[in-house]
């Protein structure tokens, strides 16, 4: 079984930046993919940033240039830095782990960007 703990979230004004942790707990294996997901009101939880556990990663069109998603392998952590953030950006942000036979999520941040 595998914990993911997030950290990070919080208010921001437009143009701001936030920083989000996830740190892994449990029996992990080396090979995985981590992820950042959210889900805004009324709306279903779609892909935000991938990094795989040899640091391949992918992006959201909607956060390409924006944000940057990088892990710590010998601390089980990923990171999500935002910036130039956007009201549209408000939503829970759920951290997520795939690997043999593990598929976890987070308990979710709330990101805020508002004036």
């Known amino acids: 079984q595998v914990r993911l703990v997030e950290s990070g979230g919080g208010l921001v004004q437009p143009g701001g930046s936030l920083r989000l942790s996830c740190a892994a707990s449990g029996s992990i294996f080396s090979i995985n993919t981590m992820g950042w997901y959210r889900q805004a009101p009324g709306k279903q939880r779609e892909l935000v940033a991938l990094?795989?556990?040899?640091?391949?990663?992918n992006y959201a069109d909607s956060v390409k240039g924006r944000f940057t998603i990088s892990r710590d392998n010998a601390k089980n952590t990923v990171y999500l830095q935002m910036s130039s953030l956007k009201p549209e950006d408000t939503a829970v942000y759920y951290c997520?782990?795939?690997?043999?036979?593990?598929?976890?999520w987070g308990q979710g941040t709330q990101v805020t960007v508002s004036s």
């Open positions: 997520n782990i795939k690997s043999i036979g593990i598929n976890s």
């Open positions: 990094i795989t556990g040899g640091s391949i990663t």
